[in-house]
């Protein structure tokens, strides 16, 4: 089976990261795997744009099933392999709703985290404002915020006792956090669920190769 997918994908991207996390977890190894360099714009080559035509990674491919996007990929490995690996989704109805909004929130945790840190990266220097970067940082704080109070809430995991999809596409989206140099004294509750799920052999077998020889930044060490 999974000798017929191929995954394209970039160290360190927290959309390719839960696709590889989600194989993983499904016993799926052994599928067609590439790593490109998104310094080098081999995001942009013709291998990319065969199979996805937006130029971007992941670039994921099951026999004739293109699933570009990420949480679509994730969604699609679970049922279509509910009885393989690890259960990932919850029969119980509030549970499952549970996991499905922690899931999509970590679509507006990603988005305070890009307009954030790459705040000079995607607005041209002219078009920069000293107010806007605040109100960015600030708005990363809040959310940041929020996720310490869900874990107080429902832990260990995001969305309850069990490791479930939401940790699947979220946890990535959260150790990008500490790479950036999150304060684990100000986020206890964020830094045990990231010491914790991080040991987890999919999360382990699936780390970003670039982050383990490089150091960490600390852009959000005063948070």
């Known amino acids: ?51 996805n035509p937006r130029a971007q990674l992941p670039a994921f491919k099951h026999g004739d099933v293109v699933l570009n996007e990420s949480y679509g990929a994730c969604i699609y490995l679970e049922e279509q392999f509910k009885s393989q690996g690890n259960k990932l989704a919850p029969d119980n109805k509030a549970e499952s709703a549970l996991m499905y909004q922690r899931m999509f ?19 041209p220097e002219n078009e920069r404002h000293d107010s806007a970067q605040k109100r960015n940082t600030e708005e990363l704080k809040a959310e940041v915020k929020l996720w310490e109070g869900y874990l107080q809430k429902t832990g260990p995991y995001l969305a309850g006792k069990s490791f479930t999809l939401a940790d699947v596409i979220v946890f990535p989206v959260i150790a990008f956090l500490f790479r950036f140099g999150l304060n684990e004294e100000h986020f206890p509750k964020l830094a045990a669920y990231y010491n914790t799920v991080k ?6 077998n699936s780390w970003p190769p670039t982050w383990k020889d490089t150091p960490g930044q600390n852009a959000l060490k005063d948070f």
């Open 1 to 51: 089976m999974a000798k017929d997918m191929t995954l394209l994908w970039g160290s360190g991207s927290p959309p390719c990261w839960r696709v590889m996390i989600a194989l993983e977890e499904k016993n799926l190894q052994g599928y067609n795997s590439k790593m490109l360099s998104f310094e080098k714009g081999e995001h942009k080559s013709k291998e990319v744009t065969a199979i």
């Open 105 to 123: 929130e970590g679509l507006t945790l990603f988005q305070k985290i890009a307009q954030s840190l790459f705040y000079t990266r995607f607005v």
């Open 199 to 204: 040991d987890r052999p999919s999360i382990k």
